[in-house]
């Protein structure tokens, strides 16, 4: 053999045996395909961002009414690039496969697994990963945490590990699961006699300087999520990973992003205890620490709110300045909200903390009639104004949980006449309620499970409204229902409970709950 096909032949081995060179996370982006592309070779080498240990990587969801998979959090991970630049979702074959820790450098074998392309918002997600595709390269590396603003967020950014820049919570009473504790998993945090363990997951709203707002999921499993200490109170920076997530419980659509703390350092580490706020109250109507149950009326002064009465005089803030009231004949009372610190608090129940309103659903249908709000913003000035509240409907009894408006909207006016829609199809769900028999005429005469789209407890809402509403004498905002959409009990639990709608001879009563309503100005 002489020389030259010794060298021809060296370099052609050398070609054969020499591993395929790690491609760009960009490059494996390129590949991905809605309907999922099989990858025949490729690697890539990035930092885990999520880990195999955390119970708070991925929504765990039904597959019966009383069923939640808990294998989706296990069997999830994150990668994110070395730059930060782009971060894959991984879902290995099996719970054993993922040990992916955090802050581990690695590289994956991408030969055989599956790269698919979501849309609105673009996300990929890597699935088929068994624990042999991964090659440990180094532990405890420097993570690249991207320090936004919500409204600097982008598709790019999703399963990027993310810090949250000046955000607060909007509820900062409670724990970070505010829920009716009989609903979720079992756990060493909820230790209740016998659990429903119904759901998983729950979601707190954050705020942030600019008047945007992004919710926090945190799973039911996680010990943290009602550990008696509650949530921080200051202004800082909470930290996660970005996702994109449904929550049937929630109403499915939690906006575009959502953050997803690992554990509760990721929250508490750059998140002041002591109490601060980017916001100014005008008028906040929040009954936490309501021992005495008075609600102070217009033209009346307290009065006990433990009886459902039809005030002629509107609720007066027990912060701030401005006026509560109804327009749709609704008697008031004071109900329970979920925002107790403790977990097993009368089932993290709180008693005369919020509000209830209650009259025949028809009295709501009337355009821009329901849950009114009278401030005043003369003299006040700043970037915007919030409307925050949150909500639910019914009274833990399967009969009052069906046949009411299933979307609602925020509007506002400055004349009480012309309203203009600030945020709309606002999903409201149904408080928990067990299996019973629903003696309502159309809906037979059966015993039903509960559905899926229960809630756990009242959801959380931030509506930013615009700046021209600042230095105004009157402004009023409204929070009524969307259109006679109506929810209800269908025969299968797993069934979509928006079904219908609520005909003008429907004889049925609304019990609507709110755990608080408050109008604040962005400083």
């Not at 999520?50 to 991925?58: C, E, M, P, T």
């Not at 590396?141 to 999703?158: F, G, I, N, Q, T």
């Not at 690992?262 to 002591?274: A, C, G, I, R, Y």
Request: aromatic fraction near 8%; hydrophobic fraction near 35%.
């Amino acid at each position: 053999m002489n020389n030259l096909k010794r060298v021809l032949l060296l370099a052609l081995a050398v070609v054969v045996t020499m591993p395929a060179a790690a491609e760009s996370f960009e490059e494996i982006r390129k590949k991905a395909s809605t309907k999922g592309t099989v990858l025949t070779a490729g690697e890539i080498t990035g930092v885990v961002v999520g880990d195999y240990r955390s119970l708070n990587v991925a929504t765990n969801h039904n597959t019966r009414f009383d069923y939640v998979d808990l294998r989706t959090n296990k069997k999830t991970n994150y990668i994110q690039s070395e730059d930060g630049q782009y971060g894959f979702r991984i879902v290995f074959d099996g719970i054993y496969d993922n040990r992916m820790k955090r802050a581990d450098k690695v590289k994956l074998n991408l030969a055989g697994c599956t790269v698919v392309r979501e849309d609105n918002p673009e996300r990929y997600t890597i699935s088929g990963v068994t624990i042999d595709k991964v090659e440990p390269l180094a532990e405890g590396v420097a993570l690249v945490a991207k320090e936004k603003r919500v409204c600097e967020l982008a598709d790019a950014d999703l399963y990027t590990y993310v810090a949250l820049k000046d955000v607060e919570f909007m509820n900062k009473q409670g724990a970070y699961t505010n829920v009716f504790e009989m609903v979720p998993q079992r756990s060493f945090m909820n230790q209740e006699r016998n659990p429903w363990s119904l759901g998983d997951g729950w979601a707190s709203l954050l705020k942030d300087a600019e008047g945007e707002s992004i919710y926090m999921l945190v799973n039911s499993k996680c010990s943290w999520r009602r550990n008696g200490t509650g949530v921080p109170k200051g202004v800082g920076k909470v930290s996660g990973i970005l996702v994109h997530e449904y929550l049937r419980r929630y109403g499915d659509n939690l906006g575009k992003y959502s953050i997803r703390p690992l554990n509760e350092q990721d929250v508490v580490k750059d998140m002041p205890k002591e109490e601060s706020s980017s916001y100014e109250v005008v008028a906040d109507w929040n009954y936490d620490r309501n021992y005495q149950a008075q609600l102070n009326v217009e033209g009346i002064g307290l009065v006990k709110g433990t009886k459902a009465t039809r005030y002629s005089g509107r609720i007066l803030p027990d912060e701030g300045k401005g006026f509560l009231s109804n327009s749709a004949s609704a008697t008031v009372r004071f109900d329970t909200d979920y925002d107790t610190r403790y977990p097993n608090d009368n089932n993290g129940m709180r008693k005369y903390a919020g509000l209830r309103f209650e009259s025949n659903v028809q009295n709501w249908l009337v355009k821009n009639q329901g849950v009114v709000v009278e401030v005043s913003t003369e003299g006040l000035t700043g970037k915007a104004l919030t409307f925050d509240f949150s909500f639910g409907v019914g009274n833990h009894d399967i009969n009052n949980s069906w046949g009411f408006p299933a979307y609602w909207n925020v509007a506002y006016s400055t004349d009480g006449k012309n309203f203009t829609v600030a945020k709309e199809n606002i999903v409201l769900r149904a408080m928990p309620y067990g299996a019973g028999s629903v003696r309502v005429k159309g809906l037979g005469n059966t015993d039903r499970e509960p559905n899926c789209d229960m809630a756990m407890g009242f959801t959380d809402h931030s509506v930013k409204l615009p700046a021209s509403l600042l230095g105004q004498k009157n402004v009023t905002i409204v929070l009524t229902p969307a259109s006679r959409r109506m929810a209800t009990i269908p025969v299968s639990a797993m069934e979509d409970s928006i079904q219908g709608e609520i005909t003008s001879e429907m004889d049925k009563t609304l019990v609507l709950r709110m755990g608080r309503i408050a109008v604040k100005v962005v400083k």
